[in-house]
DNA sequence: TTTTTATGACGTAAATTTACGTCATAAAAA
DNA sequence: TTTTTATGACGTAAATTTACGTCATAAAAA
């Protein structure tokens, strides 16, 4: 199917099509896998579990002074913050100048479940690797 | 302490410094949490969960033709079984010309212990976020 | 009103990831 | 013995991530 659309393009726009079959591919992964691994991927540097810590210990939503608490540049905290922000698992709420984050409690019991349906889902006794 | 370092040292390898600086800083996060991230990133990709899941499915440990139900190259799913491989959530086992690739159950069920007590942790259900 | 202060947008260098192709190799099959 | 076949090592281009610095801006504080 994506090769029928190369036949019909000349190779000035070779490179067009390759981006449109790399994403056709992609799209291959169910949409479902594609955000389960989104949410894994939120999680997959220290910084942002740090930041998730953080936030959970100090009940109260609290502003980026976070970074103060980690070994990294406030910019760069403040990427974090986006990150984990864009998937949903924190809130920032904007207060004069500083901006207040927090869990968003729901969203982190939401990807917990589905995680470990996904895990649970792959632990079938009746493997035996090495036999 | 990195600061002192740095004094120390003049101009024409700063940039080794600052190398060295990154990894001081980089090593601040619990060796727990680093941990923590390196197994949710082995999770990240949408490729990688696929492949656990056809080696869930296909419960007898199947070779590398996992490659032909993916929509990616042969090598590119090499690469990524590599990747689970070396955080251990899968085995190799070479077999003569084939290679047997299966999971490693009880890895997975550690994982799933930790991943669950690091996501219960957040969930402290006195963090009221919009008041 | 002027000065601080906290923030996020923007740009950027370096590192890492992703996706592939090519090759050499070891072992099955012919 | 020669030919296939499956694999992983290696190299590489393109994309993405990570870490920071600089700037403009909006709102507190002085």
Redesign the interface.
Known sequence: MGRFVVHLLDKHIKSKVQYDMANL??N???AD??R???F??A????????I??Y??ET?T?ITGDIADE???SRTTVNQHLKELKEVGLI?G?VEGVKTNY????QA??D??TS??S??????????N??K
Chains 1, 2 share one sequence.
Do not use: M, W
């Open positions: 591919t992609k291959t992964f169910s896998l594609i389960q691994a989104k894994f991927k999680l997959s540097h220290p910084a942002r579990l740090s998730l810590q936030l959970a009940k939503c980690l070994p990294l809130v709420t927090c869990l968003n409690t982190i019991k990807f917990k995680a470990i996904f895990l649970g889902d792959l632990n079938i006794d009746t493997i690797c090495k």
